[in-house]
């Protein structure tokens, strides 16, 4: 499997913006699909956004449309996520994952995952 890194957690204000970025052990992540999931204390993951592995393709939780970016390039073996008009309710350690070929929604789909990084938005 993959092994991912991800990064670009912090601290931001309410409406500020943030870009977390996930980097891939190898080109290898060219097959794959990369989605962003998140996990507030006491609350079960939650999907942010997926794209599939040709870049074709992007998919977004309803709490976050319109407001976050999923991007990928495969020539750096990563993926990114923008993140504008932050709000408190984003607070949360962001999670990249990877699966062979397209994105889904689901937590258990993916086999490989980031360590995490924490976004904590103040109001």
């Known amino acids: 499997q993959v092994q991912l890194e991800d990064s670009g957690g912090g601290l931001v204000q309410a409406g500020g913006s943030l870009r977390l970025s996930c980097v891939a052990s190898?080109?290898?992540?060219?097959?794959?699909?990369a989605a962003w999931f998140r996990q507030a204390p006491g609350k079960e993951r939650e999907f942010v956004a997926g794209i599939n592995w040709n870049g074709f393709g992007t998919y977004y939780g309803d709490s976050v449309k319109g407001r976050f970016d999923i991007s990928r390039s495969n020539a750096e073996n990563a993926a990114y996520l923008q993140m504008n008009s932050l709000k408190p309710e984003d607070t949360a350690i962001y999670y990249c994952?990877?699966?062979?070929?397209?994105?889904?929604?689901?937590?258990?789909?993916?086999?490989?995952w980031g360590q995490g990084t924490q976004v904590t938005v103040s109001s």
């Open positions: 190898d080109r290898t992540f060219r097959s794959y699909a």
């Open positions: 994952a990877a699966r062979t070929w397209d994105a889904t929604t689901i937590p258990n789909d993916y086999r490989s």
